[in-house]
């Protein structure tokens, strides 16, 4: 294998749950028990109906978040970016697309002026917005041309990881193989590392090497990607895939969303354990 990027170990989140009236309640585990290696130059898929603790799995990892118990580690090289589903509400509508490129790499301070323009304009160019372009604001761009501006931003900084929080779930099916593609060159090109969080199996299907599937904040299954769609061994992951495997996507949606409201008859037990069943392939027993 190679080095771990980052190490997550035994994580918990819990949020209060408040009535109405703000009074706490209770709580509610979004990460309930995750267990999960990252390598330097892999993606990692991370699939779940809504609610199952990606995200916060996702903003854990980056620590932006701290967790209830358990850890991350992560590698004191790997610098970390993110990527979210809206790039409306990440791109500042005032700034233009160089300006919001610009900005995380001014934080950061490490360049000079005129580095960090020319570091800019490279990361803008490796996702093909070039030219009069760099200075036109959000509103004058597509919602893929949106996506590749945040793309931009978060690569300029050349970090080592990044989480892609359901990076072109918003975008329309032939803008969304295009931003895949693009990612993809940019790994190679770049050597990053990917968390890909997206609640669509096709698309983590092809670009991930590993999956993880979650469930009320735990992961019930992971494996190598072709293994899990090939030979899936969770009863749940079973049910996501046999919901996804109708030849009509917009039938597969309906589907999905069957399942993913569907009282929870198989919910993770508690007392259920990740597993290695073969090499590389956990599932939890
Ligand atoms: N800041 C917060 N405060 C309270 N509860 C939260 C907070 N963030 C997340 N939660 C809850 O934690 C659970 C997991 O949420 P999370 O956003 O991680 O799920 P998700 O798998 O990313 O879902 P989606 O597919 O809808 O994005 C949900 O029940 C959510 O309501
Ligand atoms: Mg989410």
Not at 62 to 75: M, R
Not at 106 to 128: N, P, Q, Y
Not at 130 to 137: F, I, P
Request: proline content about 6%; overall charge negative; glycine content about 6%.
């Amino acid at each position: 294998m190679t080095d771990a990027l980052v190490t997550v170990q035994d994580l918990r989140k819990t949020y209060p749950v408040r009535s109405a009236w703000g009074r706490v309640t209770g709580t509610l585990a979004a990460v309930d028990g995750v267990d999960l290696t990252v390598h330097a130059g892999e993606t990692v898929g991370v699939v779940g109906e809504s609610g199952s603790g990606k995200s916060t799995l996702g903003r854990l990892i980056l620590q932006v978040e701290n967790p209830t118990a358990g850890s991350v580690v992560v590698d004191p090289d790997a610098r970390m970016q993110v990527i979210h589903q809206d790039p409306f509400s990440s791109l500042n509508p005032h700034r233009t697309a160089l300006q919001s490129v610009l900005e995380p790499l001014e934080v950061a301070g490490a360049l000079s002026k005129a580095d960090a323009r020319d570091a800019a304009r490279e990361a803008l160019a490796a996702v093909g917005i070039e030219g009069d372009a760099v200075d036109k604001r959000p509103r004058a761009f597509s919602g893929g041309q949106r996506q590749r501006i945040a793309i931009a931003r978060a690569i300029a900084p050349r970090p080592r990881l990044i989480v892609c929080d359901e990076p072109v779930s918003a975008l329309d099916m032939q803008v969304q193989a295009q931003v895949t593609d693009l990612l993809q060159d940019l790994q190679q090109r770049f050597g990053l590392t990917y968390v890909f969080i997206s609640h669509d199996l096709a698309v983590v299907r092809e670009i991930a090497d590993r999956t993880a599937v979650m469930r009320r904040g735990r992961i019930v299954e992971l494996a190598p990607t072709s293994t899990l769609f090939a030979a899936p061994r969770h009863p749940y992951t079973r049910r996501l895939l046999e919901a996804v495997l109708v030849p009509d996507p917009a039938r597969a949606r309906e589907r999905l969303a069957h399942v993913a409201s569907r009282p929870a008859a198989d919910a993770p037990d508690a007392a259920e354990v990740l597993t290695e069943v073969e090499p590389g392939h956990f599932v939890a027993l």
